[in-house]
């Protein structure tokens, strides 16, 4: 899959369809979007792109509303790459970018610089400046230059009774239902980070972990205790116990947030490594202990209570 932006010269070699949005998390919804996009464009013999914006949106119209995101760019061009995707266009979204109207964005970006044929967007497709423009608008200005586009009917979720979208997701995370967040996403929802030195309190009772410096612009699953899977340099996913929270038997309400991960019967240093840290199943909510000796007697329980669900 290749990357590219405005400053690349574009040599894709065959016209392109073109996908437009954040894509964050590249959920169900996104995935049903780019299966449709990869099978018009096997039909016609074009290139499968994406148009992704280089950071969200909000951070320049609405920074006071800016969301927590579900993938960083390269989590999410990892995530496109294997949905199919042939060509990720970067999009620089800055206040000038934000003001462009919708035709200018059309005209020079969609169909000038990627030379798309086809533009296809879920119905609650919007672009341009104040989202001005949507599926309808867009169908007109391809009107004039010969770009078909194409509205595809929105993914629903039959427990969630709504469409598939990030924003349910966001709030399925922070109310720790991981088990809704994974069945939304198609796949366990996964956090990465590099392995950090930390203050090695897990090891001094007999429960050593990775602790994982997620960026804070990741959303998180509420604190509490998981089930789920370490995955390091080497590829091999690793059974594990794994905290989100602040720690309260140690420290007051001030704790830094972390995520660590106890990965069951392993022994090694994970120190420096880029870690991903997939989630599976809330195990209990994080509590304060009277002392070391219940929190390692309730450690010892969430640690087969973690290896019996990923058995």
Request: aromatic share 6%; net charge negative; hydrophobic share 45%.
């Amino acid at each position: 899959m290749k990357i590219l932006n405005r400053d690349d010269a574009v040599e894709l070699g065959r016209p392109a369809a073109v996908a437009i949005g954040v894509f964050d998390g590249v959920h169900l919804g996104h995935q049903h979007l780019l299966g449709e996009l990869r099978r018009i464009a096997d039909e016609e013999g074009l290139l499968t792109v994406a148009v992704v914006p280089d950071r969200h949106p909000s951070t320049i119209v609405q920074p006071d509303e800016l969301p927590r995101l579900l993938t960083d760019l390269p989590q999410r061009f990892d995530l496109l790459e294997a949905e199919g995707v042939d060509v990720v266009y970067v999009l620089r979204f800055d206040e000038e970018q934000s003001l462009q109207p919708a035709e200018a964005f059309v005209r020079e970006v969609v169909v000038g610089h990627i030379g798309a044929r086809v533009q296809l967007g879920g119905e609650d497709f919007h672009f341009g400046h104040r989202r001005k423009g949507d599926t309808a608008a867009m169908a007109s200005i391809g009107a004039k230059l010969d770009l078909k586009v194409i509205s595809i009917p929105l993914l629903h979720d039959s427990d969630l009774g709504a469409p598939i979208s990030a924003g349910a997701i966001r709030r399925a995370l922070a109310a720790g239902d991981v088990a809704t967040a994974n069945r939304l996403l198609g796949r366990p929802y996964e956090v990465r980070g590099i392995v950090e030195h930390g203050d090695a309190r897990g090891r001094t009772i007999g429960f050593p972990t990775a602790n994982v410096a997620v960026p804070g612009a990741i959303a998180l699953p509420s604190d509490g205790v998981y089930a789920g899977w370490y995955v390091g340099r080497d590829g091999e996913a690793h059974a594990s116990a794994i905290n989100i929270g602040r720690r309260p038997t140690f420290y007051d309400e001030n704790g830094l947030l972390l995520v660590e991960a106890h990965l069951i019967d392993f022994d090694g240093d994970l120190y420096g490594e880029h870690a991903r840290v997939q989630v599976i199943q809330r195990l209990r909510e994080e509590v304060r202990f009277s002392g070391v000796d219940a929190l390692a007697e309730q450690l010892r329980s969430d640690v087969e209570h973690a290896r019996s669900v990923l058995s």
